[in-house]
């Protein structure tokens, strides 16, 4: 993974809670980048070091990269009050698997809501530039018809491309509109009656994630057809049976202080770690980048091996965001 300096060219609001900003390398040329990969970005608040991950939404073709952050955490909301055209930012990446290169196929599905849709621009714009007649059905799902990211350009996209078909679904809509709610299966046959024949990449809230990957499984759709990535703690899980803690949690202990931090069934280890004022390096958080990865011992349960080896995992190394104790554990930390 490259890491580098990034001096900011442009800055865009995109909707109300949204931005998109532009980058070229401050020094030298940017290293090549998939359609779907993020990048890590490091600033400073309150003079301590923050980091996090960010999907870039714009394509191979581009001649600058660029993110795309609403205005939701500590560090997007630093970003949006303090990154302006002509600083600089250091950054790390790009990295992920999430894209059509890695996980090819002649007709996906994109799914996607609220920021979930910025790798799926990405991609997109990336599969239309090498094959412009490619058959892609894109669903994107947003709160109202002001918080489309992308709308215009997704609409003239959809013009200049006659296989490119497009739906947005909206929970608060002009009476006109045909996608009124949320989505559903009959939707989703309407949008896509050939479902079954495409390979689906779903990208989005944890939530919509986890309700759509259960629709999609009961219209059918082979396990190996749907990709996804996750803002947030991935839904993909081990399908171990919940385990009850001895007073409602477990003890985390940090073997190099001896600290003990409750975690509860089900919370990460970073959650717990950062609800106890501990800091570790931690920028996804949704178990892509692998910056959070820490050695563990005890029971635990991962929800992604993202970035880790077998060897690693014989080792007991886990990502913290994207790991949950099974009983009292340990923590190289």
């Not at 959070?292 to 880790?308: F, K, P």
Request: hydrophobic share 40%; charged share 15%; aromatic share 4%.
């Amino acid at each position: 993974m490259t890491s580098l300096t990034l001096r900011c060219i442009g800055r865009r609001a995109d909707t109300h809670d949204v931005t998109s900003w532009q980058f070229v390398a401050a020094e030298g040329t940017l290293p090549p980048v998939l359609a779907g990969q993020c990048v890590t970005l490091h600033t400073e608040i309150d003079g301590q070091p923050q980091c996090r991950a960010y999907t870039l939404s714009s394509s191979p073709q581009d001649p600058c990269w660029q993110v795309t952050i609403k205005d939701v955490g500590r560090v997007s909301h630093h970003l949006h009050q303090s990154l302006q055209v002509g600083d600089q930012i250091r950054a790390d990446g790009p990295f992920g698997d999430f894209n059509l290169t890695a996980l090819p196929c002649e007709r996906p599905l994109l799914l996607s809501a609220g920021s979930g849709i910025t790798p799926m621009w990405a991609m997109l714009r990336g599969e239309l530039a090498r094959r412009p007649g490619a058959d892609i059905r894109f669903v994107h799902s947003a709160r109202s018809p002001a918080d489309v990211i992308f709308a215009d350009e997704l609409a003239a996209l959809a013009e200049a491309h006659a296989g490119l078909r497009h739906a947005l679904i909206l929970e608060e809509a002009p009476a006109a509109h045909p996608w009124v709610g949320r989505l559903t299966p009959s939707m989703l046959k309407e949008l896509a009656p050939d479902l079954l024949g495409r390979h689906v990449y779903l990208c989005g809230p944890a939530p919509y994630m986890a309700a759509v990957s259960t629709m999609l499984a009961e219209l059918g759709l082979p396990a190996a057809q749907l990709h996804q990535e996750s803002f947030g703690l991935p839904v993909v899980t081990s399908g171990a049976a919940p385990v009850a803690a001895v007073g409602d949690h477990f003890w985390l202990t940090l073997t190099k202080s001896g600290k003990q931090v409750k975690i509860l069934p089900g919370q990460t280890l970073l959650a717990a770690l950062e609800e106890a004022g501990v800091r570790i390096n931690a920028a996804c958080r949704a178990g892509v980048c692998g910056s959070c990865r820490c050695t563990t011992t005890g029971e635990i349960e991962r929800q992604s091996v993202a970035t880790l080896t077998p060897a690693e995992l014989e080792q007991g190394v886990v990502l913290a965001c994207s790991c949950t104790a099974r009983g009292d554990i340990g923590l190289d930390c």
